[in-house]
């Protein structure tokens, strides 16, 4: 067990310094929680057991609580840490029933006005893939919308009761891909709305067509009273698997882990997995789901499909993707792996040119959103201050 606790750790680049090291007593007994081979907890104080679980990420509290309170006494937590995580499971319950509500006003909308959306990770998974939703924690709702009808959408949520304070990306379709709508009632506890015309800014997914085949290949989900689509499994998978190595390689979430061992356990072995091996190479995906499957295979005890279950045997990722995996890790913090990040193999030289004059120039509207100041005349101080930020990326 502790090898391959070590192994996960040695992954550099996906969080797992948040994660004490492989001799603390408490993350074996998670592991055997999740793989469902539990061991005796150890003996630690309150404040101990909390502090390791929110290094798990505290949306993964609602899961890890339901895994333990069916195990046999000897196994569980102690009483107080188990209330305290029944506490935030319940939380959980509230706000699964808020999604509930919003997705059954929001879906009919949507279809009523002849606009493709697709529902996507948390809220579409609660309902997929988690036998509760409320084990699906989330903090918004993110919904796909077809580039073509994505202002319509905007517009829709806003004369349902929606507003949105950060419009930024008019003229930065590339580099912006989501917008953020709050609920103007805030007695009914409404998340907000994540509506993204695109999954990935920086891979092939940004082109109509490419969207269309993810509409093509979208399911249907049945809610109570009513309907949405969401992305196909291996789609799901896919997307997830560069959510978490391409957009966040730095923050640890166990509960994105555990999504992951769910949809690979809902592939289908005489259809799904060699769809999978397809779709993720071609989507420029394929080292960010091989890495996602050996993390989930770690702490879930996932077990991979006879035939597909050694992954060095999968088609090998193209130039573009290991390109783009040199600079994941610092794409945030340098500026050669920023321009890098956005700059694929594939771009042209118009696209490269574009994405710097967008760099280095974006929209007054997103500098007022994203850098403030603290007078509107004084807005070239921003683009002065975001330039020189740039400059010590570059020197560092």
Same mark, same amino acid.
């Given at each position: 067990m502790s090898n391959k606790i070590t192994n996960v750790q040695g992954i550099s680049g996906y969080g797992f310094d948040n994660v004490e090291s492989d001799s603390d007593p408490l993350l074996p007994y998670f592991i055997g929680v999740l793989t469902n081979n539990p061991v005796q907890p150890p003996l630690c104080s309150f404040d101990q057991w909390l502090s390791f679980l929110f290094s798990l990420g505290e949306y993964s509290v609602p899961l890890l609580y339901w895994k333990i309170k069916s195990l046999p006494s000897g196994f569980?937590?102690?009483? +107080?840490?188990?209330?305290?995580?029944?506490?935030?499971?319940?939380?959980?319950?509230?706000?699964s029933l808020c999604v509930h509500r919003q997705?059954?006003?929001?879906? =009919?909308?949507?279809?009523? %006005?002849?606009?493709?959306?697709?529902?996507?990770?948390?809220?579409?998974?609660?309902? @997929?893939?988690?036998?509760?939703?409320?084990?699906? !924690?989330?903090?918004?709702?993110?919904?796909?919308?077809?580039?073509?009808?994505?202002?319509?959408? !905007?517009?829709?949520?806003?004369?349902?009761?929606?507003?949105?304070?950060?419009?930024?990306?008019?003229?930065?379709?590339? @580099?912006?891909?989501? +917008?953020?709508?709050?609920?103007?009632?805030r007695n009914k506890k409404y998340l907000p709305v994540d509506l993204h015309r695109d999954l990935h800014s920086c891979l092939r997914f940004n082109s109509e067509a490419e969207i269309d085949t993810l509409f093509d290949r979208a399911v249907i989900v049945e809610g109570s009273g009513f309907s949405f689509n969401a992305l196909h499994p291996v789609d799901s998978l896919i997307y997830t698997s560069l959510h978490l190595t391409l957009h966040h390689p730095h923050m640890f979430r166990l509960i994105w882990i555990y999504d992951i061992a769910l949809l690979a356990r809902a592939l289908e072995p005489s259809r799904h997995w060699s769809l999978l091996q397809e779709r993720s190479a071609?989507?420029?995906?394929?080292?960010?789901?091989?890495? !996602?499957?050996? #993390?989930?295979?770690?702490?879930?005890?996932? +077990?991979?499909?006879?035939?597909?279950?050694?992954?060095?045997?999968?088609?090998?990722?193209?130039?573009?993707? +290991?390109?783009?995996a040199d600079h994941?890790?610092?794409?945030?913090?340098? @500026?050669?792996?920023?321009? %890098?990040?956005?700059?694929?193999?594939?771009?042209? #030289?118009?696209? %490269?040119?574009?994405?710097?004059?967008?760099?280095?120039? =974006?929209?007054?509207?997103?500098?007022?959103? @994203?850098? =403030?100041? =603290?007078?509107?005349?004084?807005?070239?101080?921003?683009?002065? %201050?975001?330039?020189l930020k740039w400059i010590r990326r570059l020197k560092s």
């Open positions: 569980r937590l102690p009483g +107080q840490v188990v209330d305290w995580m029944r506490i935030q499971f319940l939380r959980s319950k509230v706000r997705l059954s006003e929001m879906a =009919p909308l949507f279809h009523l %006005k002849g606009i493709k959306a697709l529902v996507l990770k948390g809220a579409a998974f609660g309902r @997929t893939i988690y036998p509760d939703p409320a084990l699906r !924690c989330s903090n918004d709702i993110d919904i796909l919308v077809h580039p073509k009808n994505f202002f319509r959408a !905007c517009n829709l949520l806003e004369k349902s009761g929606y507003y949105s304070s950060d419009k930024i990306f008019d003229p930065v379709k590339k @580099t912006h891909i989501e +917008q953020s709508f709050s609920y103007s009632d071609d989507m420029h995906a394929r080292m960010a789901v091989e890495r !996602c499957l050996e #993390l989930a295979r770690v702490w879930t005890g996932l +077990q991979l499909p006879s035939g597909y279950d050694n992954l060095s045997t999968w088609p090998k990722a193209d130039v573009l993707e +290991q390109n783009m994941t890790p610092g794409w945030r913090k340098s @500026t050669v792996s920023t321009f %890098k990040f956005y700059w694929p193999a594939h771009s042209s #030289l118009s696209e %490269k040119v574009w994405h710097l004059i967008q760099i280095l120039f =974006p929209s007054p509207r997103y500098m007022r959103a @994203t850098h =403030p100041p =603290p007078r509107d005349w004084l807005l070239p101080v921003s683009y002065v %201050k975001r330039w």
